[in-house]
């Protein structure tokens, strides 16, 4: 099956959405999300990061349903953009986040420059063919002294059938080639330690074929323990890379 069509066909319903801290701190996974703990675990620790950096402006390129900017309107008030090349999912976005922009069509249509951009899990989703030309159409969206801010899956993680690759971190560099492309690294990062016994133990006890179970008390008790033992991992436990980099000319 076509990758794109595997990640479009996806968007049947906001999945992004599902794992949810609610305004008391209870943790719950809805509908039976094995990774619900790990991808929320990342998603807040990069919101965290973006909002340090206090943009004027963020452009989210591959947003997907625009879940990341669902986050972080909640935690800055920069102007939001967003862009995908799947359709279904900039409707949810749009229909999830009126407030904010969400571009439909190719990175390379998108004219403007802003102070900070992201692209969390997209390069994955890249052909080989194609990847080159993808990363300078994303640089060329940051503005001169502005920011990247890239996350891409680890060699760690089980390899997706929607995706061509995962990475190491000199794979990503190789592919970003900082320096030739105007490019500082600023800081790398490993998040989230899908090894730890305990976390792989519990998700396997709580959610197989037979049975799945969501107990408020040992929910709550396994999210803390994700966001302040696992978020910071190694290059051997990490399932995702962040790196932060900045443009210098």
């Not at 509908?31 to 452009?59: D, N």
Request: with cysteine; proline share 4%.
């Amino acid at each position: 099956m076509n990758k794109y069509k595997l990640q479009s066909a996806q968007y049947k319903l906001p999945y992004h959405y599902l794992p949810q801290i609610e305004a008391g701190g209870n943790f719950f996974r809805h509908q039976s999300l094995r990774w619900g703990f790990a991808y929320l675990c990342y998603l807040h620790h990069i919101a965290a990061t973006i909002v340090r950096e206090k943009p004027g402006e963020l452009f989210d390129a591959g947003c997907g349903d625009g879940r990341l900017i669902s986050l972080l309107s909640q935690q800055s008030e920069c102007n939001f953009t967003g862009q995908d090349c799947d359709s279904r999912a900039i409707d949810m976005a749009r229909a999830l986040n009126p407030r904010h922009r969400f571009l439909c069509g190719d990175i390379a249509d998108v004219e403007e420059t802003f102070s900070l951009v992201s692209c969390i899990e997209v390069l994955e989703h890249i052909p080989d063919d194609c990847i080159e030309q993808f990363i300078s159409d994303l640089v060329s969206r940051i503005r001169p002294g502005g920011k990247l801010i890239i996350g891409v899956p680890t060699t760690n993680k089980p390899m997706s059938a929607k995706h061509f690759r995962h990475y190491e971190q000199k794979t990503l560099l190789a592919q970003l080639a900082p320096e030739a492309r105007g490019l500082q690294v600023n800081s790398s990062e490993f998040i989230f330690n899908g090894s730890d016994p305990l976390y792989r133990l519990y998700t396997r006890l709580t959610e197989n074929r037979f049975w799945f179970l969501s107990i408020r008390l040992f929910e709550n008790l396994m999210w803390k323990r994700a966001w302040t033992k696992l978020r910071h991992a190694d290059p051997h436990t990490g399932h995702h890379l962040l790196l932060c980099l900045s443009k210098t000319v």
